[in-house]
Every structure is written in C-alpha cells, then in structure tokens.
C-alpha cells in the first residue's frame, strides 16, 4: 500500500523528522573527553521537562518498566510496604513488580475506567499510625485506559497527615504531555520512558528522583548493579555513565527536548488537551463512550473507545490495520475486545487526530458499528475549527 502509515496508538508515538536527523549520527565514542559538554547540559535540561529542581534525573538504556524497577531496587527494602490501587494493565504490572520484589503490597482494586482512590489512599494512610508504609504508589496516566489521576491531591494528603511515605509517580505516558510539576507536587520518584510525549524510540528509562529519595536510600536494600542509582551518581556527576550509554538516542533526546522547549512546555500540554477534546467530540458523536466513567478521568493523551455490547473491538483494529495501514491501540487484559485506544500525543496535530478519527469510521464500519458516518469526524471539524489552532500553527 503507498502513502504513510498511521501511527494512532499510545506508545511508540510518531517521531518528529527533527529528532530522526538528530540520530542520523556516526556513533560516538562516550568516554571522550568532549562527551560532557553534551551530556551535562542534557541532564540539566531533563530536570526542567520534570520540572525537578532538587534531585537526579537517571537515564538508563531500558524501557519504563526499567525505570519501575530502578526505583524499587534503589529506594525500597525488602519486606517493605506500599500503598497502589489497581485501574488498568499498566497499575496492574506495577503492583505485579513490587509483589514479585517480596514488598508488602496493600493494592486497593479499582473498577477499570477510574483511578487513584484519593480518599481510600487517605484512610489508608490514617490508619497507618506506626508509618509502615513506605512507598504510595500513583500511575499519573493509565493507558490501557486514558484515565488521568490526581498526583498532587495525592501529595496534599501525605502533608496533610505528616505521613513520610514516597510519593512513586508513574508518569510513563504523562510526563511532556500532560501538565507534571514534579517539585511542586513534591514527588519523590517520576518514572517515564522515551517512546510517548518525548517522541523517540523506545529504549530510555527515564527516572527522576529527588534528593530527599537520594538522601535516605536504605541501609539493607535490595541488591542491584545495572540499576544501581550509586553507580549512575558518581559517573553522571562528570558527564559519564557506568556502562555503554544509548549514545543515538541521547543525541535523539537532545533534539526532542529542544522541540518542547521551544514550543514551551505549558503550551505542548495546551495542544495535548485541544487534540483529546476534539476526539472526546468524536466519541460522543458516535453515540459511544470513553473507558474512563467520568469526565474528571479523561486523558489528554489517549482516548479508550467502549464499542457497543455485541461487537469486537479487535475487529475495528484489524479493520484499520488492514484495510487502512492505521494502527489504533488494542484493548489490554481486561477491557481487550471491549475497548480501541486512539493515543493523541507526542508529535501530533489536529489533522494526525482526524487521520485517526477517520481511519476509526471507517474501519467501525467495516466491523458493523452502528454511527452515522462522519458525525464523529464532523464533530472534531467543528471543535478544532472554532477553538485556537496549536501553538506551532499559531507562531508562524
Ligand atoms: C503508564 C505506563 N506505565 C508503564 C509502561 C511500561 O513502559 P515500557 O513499555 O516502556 O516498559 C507503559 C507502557 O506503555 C505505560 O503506558
């Protein structure tokens, strides 16, 4: 089939030409001496996409699930316990990890298209008078699901009882899309990975800690070496890593970086909610609904479509697939065949959404949805034609 192919899913996102030029590099040698005036630079300007002020951002050549796993190892010992809740595969796989740790995991389950039960977490924690718990765990943006989470009231309720527990932040598909301030929002440790809001390819770990985590690691940890954050410290502090670091992908980051900054990061998560609300549009459009049960749960980076009962959802995403070259997210574990994810973020704009909006009505019909055509794509017209074009439209 000619013409491109429509990447539609929430990970891996589409990669801007700027940062495929960027990593269109002869390797390099990461033990040079000119190495630093790279890297350094490059540290620092991670800590502002976190907007973490007083810590270490670690990059590891690993995925998110990497970055989950340098925290426990790091940070917790065994035996130790954590607060999680439960709402969708990624929590889920979370929770999984900590348990296959040998952590004591209260993980309070939630019905799928919610998120973190603020209040529950809070009689949690009252409850917890001996301050047992040392980990509270918050998947910020759970995909499978496009529910979008609370992080700070999180935190205002840890301060508001004195708890000294963490504050763990999954922020794999939030961080550079969504708004995330991880100073102000006093989280301890904000896990993401290269191949979403930052636009790369998969293979970065990305793990912000702040110094308070750094400061009062345990004694009797867990062992560890590949993601030892000791090694990583005492390397970085010079510009180097303790191992062969994804030197391509690094130089990718770099021109990632440079995008969001130049577009500024408060307008790249403006953008990220006018491409969510014209699908959310979309959605309504075609007489369906979001996995997520209220408005207060809505993502800006990916939208979960409920197709009717009676219907496969796998039968839209071969459809699209296909027939289409459009790929659009599978439902995962337990809302598979019961959901499609349209994933609007990284590098997109309105008319990447209407791709997918499109590609959407015409594979629903190939699976026998009933909607009226186009209302749904009529629908986006309309929300993107009488609201503010993007930023980068804007600027020029
Ligand atoms: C919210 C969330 N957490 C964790 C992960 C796992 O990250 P990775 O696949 O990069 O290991 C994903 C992957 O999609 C995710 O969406």
Redesign the pocket.
Request: hydrophobic share 15%; glycine share 22%.
């Given at each position: 089939m000619s013409g491109f192919k429509g990447l539609a899913v929430?990970?891996p996102t589409n990669m801007p030409f700027e940062v495929r030029q960027a990593m269109d590099v002869a390797l390099e040698d990461h033990r040079a001496p000119d190495f630093p005036e790279f890297t350094l630079p490059l540290f620092a300007d991670l800590k502002k996409a976190f907007k973490l002020e007083n810590g270490h951002v670690f990059v590891y050549p690993a995925?998110?699930?990497?970055g989950w796993e340098a925290t426990v190892a790091n940070l917790l010992a065994p035996g130790d316990k954590v607060l999680a809740s439960v709402f969708g595969q990624?929590s889920y796989?979370w929770v999984d990890m900590c348990q296959r740790f040998g952590l004591d995991v209260d993980a309070i389950d939630c019905e799928w298209g919610t998120g973190v039960p603020v209040e529950l977490y809070e009689q949690k924690l009252a409850a917890d008078k001996e301050h047992k718990i040392k980990a509270v765990l918050v998947?910020h943006?759970?995909?499978a699901t496009g529910v979008t989470s609370d992080v700070k009231a999180v935190r205002e309720v840890l301060d508001s009882l004195g708890h000294p527990a963490m504050l763990f932040v999954?922020g794999?598909?939030s961080i550079c899309s969504l708004p995330f301030d991880q100073e102000a929002w006093g989280v301890d440790v904000a896990v993401s990975?290269s191949?979403k809001g930052l636009m790369l390819p998969?293979g970065l770990g990305i793990v912000g800690v702040s110094q308070k985590a750094l400061d009062n690691r345990p004694k009797q940890g867990f062992p560890k070496c590949f993601f030892d954050f000791d090694d990583m410290l005492k390397t970085n502090k010079d510009g180097f890593f303790p191992y062969t670091p994804a030197t391509t992908l690094l130089r990718g980051l770099r021109a990632s970086l440079d995008m969001l900054f130049d577009e500024g990061l408060e307008n790249v998560w403006a953008r990220h909610h006018r491409l969510a609300e014209g699908c959310r549009r979309a959605v309504d459009a075609w007489g369906l609904s979001l996995c997520a049960k209220e408005p207060k749960w809505n993502s800006d980076t990916v939208s979960a479509i409920v197709v009717p009962e009676g219907h496969d959802a796998n039968d839209v995403i071969k459809a699209a697939y296909h027939k289409y070259d459009l790929s659009l997210g599978a439902g995962l574990s337990k809302v598979a065949g019961k959901v499609f994810r349209i994933g609007h973020l990284g590098y997109m704009n309105e008319l990447m959404v209407m791709q997918a909006l499109s590609g959407a009505e015409l594979a629903m019909r190939d699976a026998g949805i009933p909607f009226e055509s186009g209302a749904g794509v009529g629908a986006a017209v309309d929300y993107y034609a009488s609201t503010e074009q993007s930023a980068a439209l804007a600027a020029q």
């Open positions: 929430p990970g995925s998110g699930t990497g990624f796989l998947t943006n759970e995909t999954d794999v598909s990975g191949q998969t």
